[in-house]
């Protein structure tokens, strides 16, 4: 087995199962706490997706492992866990018993005030995010990997460059993507760029360094292949269709980045 990033966790390192999230669409989250490979306990949380997401495993895995190696800020802990419908009181067998989850992040969403119509509130925690350090960073990334759904419930902010991103299920493009829709030329939508322009929030990102950000990705991906390609062998088994085309438009979309974002944003390359 190749050294990887994401644990495989069995059932009885679920240790407790907390409240159920109210955010979230795509899958049933629980805070929980989880014992780790190393031995550390820590609350964390386990997103369960219904068998009809059957997609969303293979999202958060390739998200979660290219953001790390991009160097952007993502949960410390990261793993597939095997739970039982018991452990959640639940009797539909509507879910897979493998789950997604990770520990926790310090911080606030600035979804949980826009959810209240705190605009303020939101807005301040908005800036924050228009001023970090990695913003570029972040902004290629989802461009990288076809994020269209870098919304404001999917950003954890705890303060001045101190800012995390998590939930990875909706990429590339949508979460149960078909292998004809993996065009590496595909203009992806920014989420989180219309919603800072949305906001007015300052300073803007400028755009000659979300293009420059692009330049690390064709190292990127060359230093975690062998890692995703494990990963997207395990998970996408049987799928070749699929299989096949995330690995050329993860590869592809890696070595063009610079010359696709530059296009997009009307650039010389």
């Not at 895995?61 to 952007?72: E, R």
């Not at 990127?220 to 996408?236: G, H, I, R, S, T």
Request: net charge negative; hydrophobic share 40%; proline share 3%.
């Amino acid at each position: 087995m190749v050294e990887t990033c994401i644990e495989v966790l069995s059932t009885e390192q679920l240790m407790a199962v907390y409240a159920r999230q109210t955010s979230g669409l795509m899958a049933e989250t629980y805070a929980c706490g989880i014992q780790w490979h190393d031995g550390k306990e820590t609350k964390a949380y386990v997103k369960r997706f219904s068998n009809v997401r059957k997609l969303a495993l293979v999202n958060e895995v390739t998200g979660y492992i290219i953001a790390k190696q991009c160097g952007l800020p993502v949960p410390r802990f990261a793993g597939l866990i095997n739970t039982s419908a018991e452990q959640f009181d639940d009797e539909s067998a509507q879910y897979n018993n493998w789950a997604f989850v990770v520990s926790s992040l310090e911080g606030t969403t600035p979804g949980s005030f826009y959810e209240v119509q705190d605009m303020q509130s939101c807005k301040s925690l908005m800036n924050l995010v228009a001023g970090w350090d990695k913003v570029s960073d972040a902004i290629a990334f989802d461009d990288w990997v076809a994020n269209e759904d870098r919304h404001l419930g999917n950003i954890m902010v705890a303060g001045k460059n101190r800012i995390y991103l998590f939930d990875h299920s909706n990429l590339p493009i949508t979460l149960n993507w078909q292998a004809h829709q993996l065009d590496p030329n595909y203009v992806a939508k920014s989420v989180l760029t219309d919603n800072l322009y949305a906001l007015n929030c300052t300073p803007l990102p400028v755009k000659s360094m979300v293009a420059h950000a692009t330049n690390t990705h064709e190292d990127v991906y060359n230093m975690v292949k062998q890692e995703l390609c494990y990963w997207w062998d395990v998970l996408l088994e049987g799928d070749v269709e699929r299989r096949v085309a995330l690995e050329k438009f993860m590869e592809s979309r890696a070595i063009l980045g610079n010359r696709r974002v530059c296009g997009s944003l009307r650039m010389l390359a």
